[in-house]
Nanobody
């Protein structure tokens, strides 16, 4: 059973940093596509960052709104996906979700920007609140 559990959220002032973690279990971590998404009330869920979990592929994609401020990384041994968020802005306030989906027969993740679309992922965490005050 696939399980994704986010942690590390909270409140921070604008310009500050937070690191989100997503602990994964129930699937072979090295053969999935994973991503971070966020959602605010009344808006659709949007992709923030996406990365393949394979050991041989560290490439990642980011939404334009977070490029240069957010980074994504993975610890394959611990089965944890991280989202490092720097220079946070009030508009980053949202519930953040971790998502995963198997790579499939092609053994690769969808290309950008498809890998930032929520519809590409079948497994989701419960979400965690990030609040940035100005």
């Amino acid at each position: 059973q696939v399980r994704l559990v986010e942690s590390g959220g909270g409140s921070v002032q604008a310009g500050g940093s937070l690191r989100l973690s997503c602990e994964a279990s129930g699937f072979p971590f090295g053969s999935y596509c994973m991503g971070w998404f966020r959602q605010t009330p009344g808006k659709e869920r949007e992709g923030v960052a996406a990365i393949a979990t394979s050991d041989s592929d560290d490439s990642a994609n980011f939404d334009d709104s977070v490029k240069g401020r957010f980074t994504v990384s993975k610890d394959i041994t611990k089965k944890i996906l991280y989202l490092q968020m720097n220079d946070l802005k009030s508009e980053d306030t949202a519930i953040y979700y971790c998502a995963a989906d198997p790579m499939g027969w092609a053994v690769k993740c969808p290309p950008y920007p498809k890998n930032l679309q929520p519809s590409q992922y079948n497994y989701w965490g419960q979400g965690i609140q990030v609040t940035v005050s100005s």
